[in-house]
């Protein structure tokens, strides 16, 4: 699974007085294929809390906005890992067009495994770690 697609239509609720997207809805949109990356690799978060003690949160972000989305648009979200560490994750993400294709946020994200009791740093489960791809 080199890179993975999420589609997402933007609600008005997502928008700004103009219609655009407010920023920081683009971050809960990478979220969102995150999630689903990971689910497609036979992860749910929730079980991962409580059957592997661990959970991931963000720990740092870059984004640059390269053109508006609006109101009603179709986007593809997509999700490719760049970056294993023994206790983090690194993605480059971005928000697409879904009819032409043209990038309109791109973003790198980099997440950190935590224990889930202690938000200590932990090591990514093996369990998780045979299922990445490979080709990083």
Not at 56 to 74: E, G, I, K, W
Request: hydrophobic share 40%; proline share 3%.
């Amino acid at each position: 699974m080199a890179e993975f697609s999420w589609p997402v239509r933007v609600y008005y609720e997502d928008t700004d007085s103009g219609g655009v997207v407010y920023y920081a809805n683009y971050l809960k949109f990478m979220e969102r294929a995150r999630t689903e990356w990971l689910r497609g690799l036979g992860f749910e978060q929730d079980a991962l809390r409580r059957d592997e003690g661990v959970i991931f949160a963000v720990r740092s972000v870059t984004l640059d906005f390269l053109q508006p989305a609006r109101f009603n648009q179709l986007l593809h979200v997509t999700v490719k890992l760049i970056e294993q560490g023994r206790a983090s994750l690194g993605f480059e993400q971005q928000v697409r067009d879904g009819v032409t294709g043209t990038a309109l946020c791109s973003g790198r994200v980099k997440l950190a495994c935590l224990d889930g009791a202690t938000f200590k740093a932990r090591a990514i489960p093996k369990t998780i770690i045979a299922e990445l791809p490979g080709d990083l």
